[in-house]
C-alpha cells in the first residue's frame, strides 16, 4: 500500500496562534489530497479537498480563512489553523489520492492537536 | 444526498465469537464505491477494501467477509472468530464517481466500536 505521512503527530498550541500541519505522500504523487477532522468518538469529517496547484475545494462550513490549505507540490499538502482556539482542538487526518489505479485514499496517521 | 448508517454505535463480543457490523448506504448515482476501514486506538486509519456497485460478489479474506447486498443498500461486514486485535472502531464509507471521477469525497458513517473481550 501508499505511505502517508503527517507532522507533526501531536501539538500543543496556546489560543490565538497559527499551526501548520503538514501532510505527505511518501511514495506515489498525489493530484489530490483531502483533510478531515475528527472529534472524540465521532466519524470523520471532509473539511477539504485539496488540488495540486489550485485553490482547495472548501466544504460548506469550514471557513477558509481560518483552515488555509496549501498544496504547493504533488507530494506535500500543508493545514494551517490560524488564531487557533480551544474549539479547534480535534485530530485532523489527511488523505492522498493516486492519480490513477483506484479510488482508495491513503491515510496519514493524524495529528492531535490541543489548544490551551 | 449520500448518506451512510451505522446503526451500531457499540458491540461487545467475547473472543472467538463471530460479529456482524452493519452499514447501509444512500446514494441516487448508479456508479459509486463502497469502504470499509479499521481505526484501532493509535488513530491511524486501515483500509480494509473497496468494492464497486457493479460488482455484488461477496468477499471473504481470511477472518473476514463482507456482503454487499444493493437490493437492500447494505454492505456488511463481518469477522469470523474474533480476536482482542480486532478491538477498535470501524468505518464504512460511500464513494460517489462523480463527473469524470473528480469528485471522491469519502462519506464516512459515524462508525462502530467493537471491543472483544479475553
Known amino acids: 500500500g501508499a505511505v502517508v505521512s503527517q507532522h507533526p503527530s501531536r501539538v500543543i498550541c496556546k489560543s490565538g496562534t497559527s499551526v501548520k500541519i503538514e501532510c505527505r505522500s511518501l511514495?506515489?504523487?498525489?493530484?489530490?489530497m483531502f483533510w478531515y477532522r475528527q472529534f472524540p468518538k465521532q466519524s470523520l469529517m471532509l473539511m477539504a479537498t485539496?488540488?495540486?496547484?489550485?485553490?482547495?475545494?472548501?466544504e460548506q462550513g469550514v471557513e477558509k480563512d481560518k483552515f488555509l490549505i496549501n498544496h504547493a507540490s504533488l507530494t506535500l499538502s500543508t493545514l494551517t489553523v490560524t488564531s487557533a482556539h480551544p474549539e479547534d482542538s480535534s485530530f485532523y487526518i489527511c488523505?492522498?489520492?493516486?492519480?490513477?489505479?483506484?479510488?482508495?485514499?491513503?491515510f496519514g496517521p493524524g495529528t492531535r492537536l490541543t489548544v490551551t | 444526498a449520500q448518506k451512510v448508517t451505522q446503526a451500531q454505535t457499540e458491540i461487545s463480543v467475547v473472543e472467538k465469537e463471530d460479529v456482524t457490523l452493519d452499514c447501509v448506504y444512500e446514494?441516487?448515482?448508479?456508479?459509486?464505491?463502497l469502504f470499509w476501514y479499521k481505526q484501532p486506538p493509535s488513530g491511524e486509519l486501515v483500509f480494509l477494501i473497496r468494492r464497486n456497485s457493479f460488482d455484488e460478489q461477496n468477499e471473504i479474506s481470511g477472518r473476514y467477509s463482507w456482503n454487499f447486498q444493493k437490493s437492500t443498500s447494505s454492505f456488511n461486514f463481518t469477522i469470523t472468530a474474533s480476536q482482542v486485535v480486532d478491538s477498535a472502531v470501524y468505518f464504512c464509507?460511500?464513494?460517489?464517481?462523480?463527473?469524470?471521477?473528480?469528485?471522491?469525497?469519502?462519506?464516512f458513517g459515524t462508525g462502530t466500536l467493537l471491543a472483544v473481550q479475553p
Open positions: 485539496s488540488n495540486e496547484g489550485s485553490k482547495a475545494t472548501y
Open positions: 464509507a460511500l464513494s460517489e464517481e462523480g463527473y469524470g471521477g473528480a469528485t471522491n469525497k469519502l462519506i
Open positions: 488523505s492522498a489520492r493516486k492519480p490513477v489505479g483506484g479510488y482508495e485514499q491513503y
Open positions: 511514495d506515489f504523487q498525489a493530484t489530490t
Open positions: 446514494t441516487r448515482d448508479t456508479t459509486y464505491y
